[in-house]
């Protein structure tokens, strides 16, 4: 058992985890330990420190920083780059200790897993937050930080309870991700081309 949860929903569970620590993982770490904190969600020996008043306290003052610095256009995303090293080893530790009870090359591969979709919600949140940025009003930057927000939580409580069902809801979104980077992808290719392209009198 880990996490509360068979060995059969570990791994979804490690996916939706994962995916809102790309997104928060200070509300995700916060969550997870309220959670457990009041016999919601057990969590195995390996993450009890996240139950701890001091951790979720801390979890909970850095959220709220991140909830204000995350919503100034411009800045967020010099905060965002900055949190590339702060979500994703966080993803992977916390994947790590829910996989405690397995062997080690499985262990590390749960971590792995963990590293890659933190790292996967990360990027598309980044280059969503990019586009954003260009917008000259504050408004939408700050309505999508909160979506992220709230979307972090959600995917936490939600896989509490559902663990498969909130996998795949994380799934659409991460393929969501990959069609958004390719079409930022080739947006960005078709201006430079247009930019180096001469103009004909």
Aim: proline share 6%.
């Amino acid at each position: 058992m880990s996490m509360g949860i068979s060995n059969a929903t570990l791994v979804p569970m490690i996916v939706a985890i994962s995916f809102a620590a790309g997104l928060n993982v200070y509300a995700t770490v916060a969550a997870l330990g309220l959670l457990a904190r009041f016999g919601v969600f057990p969590l195995p020996a390996s993450l009890h420190l996240l139950a701890n008043p001091l951790v979720i306290a801390a979890s909970l003052v850095l959220f709220g920083i991140e909830f204000f610095a995350d919503k100034i256009p411009v800045f967020d995303l010099f905060w965002n780059a900055a949190h590339t090293f702060v979500r994703v080893p966080i993803a992977a530790l916390v994947a790590y200790g829910a996989a405690s009870h397995l062997s080690p090359p499985l262990q590390a591969a749960c971590a792995v897993l963990g590293a890659i979709v933190a790292l996967a919600a990360h990027g598309g949140k980044t280059a969503a937050r990019a586009a954003v940025s260009a917008s000259p009003e504050p408004f939408s930057n700050a309505a999508l930080s909160a979506g992220e927000d709230a979307t972090a939580v959600g995917i936490v409580w939600f896989a509490a309870h559902h663990p498969v069902a909130a996998a795949l809801v994380v799934g659409g979104m991460l393929a969501a991700i990959v069609l958004l980077a390719r079409a930022i992808f080739r947006a960005l290719a078709g201006m430079f081309r247009s930019r180096r392209t001469p103009a004909r009198a």
